[in-house]
């Protein structure tokens, strides 16, 4: 299995980043972008914590974590061109850097690679916002 692993996202990274976002074949509503423009105001954001997806040294996509209306949400977005691991593995890197309790994330209904992922990590559907599926990674006792 490659090395996954993420890396804040950096200017030198956005050309990369974006053709990774621009080529995933995810349906997370907050990580669809229109164009260059539209990526890199969502990347200068103080709201989102945008990292990098790195497999063996290259930019395979992004993940990042944002607050939306009092919340703490996840997003993912991987090149299909990444090892078949990396969604699942970037994304329990994440929820790890992630201390805040519950947290969120939204995919679209018919992204099935989507839903297996989430649920790998420990997510569990919390209800329905129109075509998405909002999903919960509840508190733990400690």
């Known amino acids: 299995m ?7 996202l950096g200017n030198h990274d956005r050309d990369a980043a974006f053709q990774a976002v621009s080529a995933s074949t995810s349906a997370w509503p907050r990580a669809a972008f229109a164009d260059r ?16 997806v790195v497999e063996d040294g290259s930019v395979v996509g992004v993940a990042a974590a944002l607050d939306v209306d009092g919340d703490r949400e996840i ?9 078949g691991d990396a969604p699942t593995e970037a994304l329990g ?16 209904a018919d992204d099935e690679p989507s839903h297996a992922v989430l649920a790998r990590i420990g997510f569990v559907e919390h209800g329905r916002d129109g075509d998405d599926v909002v999903y919960v990674l509840p508190p733990t006792l400690e």
């Open 37 to 52: 423009e539209t990526f890199d105001a969502w990347a200068a954001d103080d709201k989102v914590d945008a990292h990098v």
């Open 93 to 108: 890197l994440l929820t790890a850097r992630e201390a805040e309790r519950p947290l969120y994330a939204c995919v679209s």
């Open 75 to 83: 997003l993912l977005a991987v090149s299909p061109s990444a090892h």
């Open 2 to 8: 490659p090395h996954i692993e993420l890396r804040d």
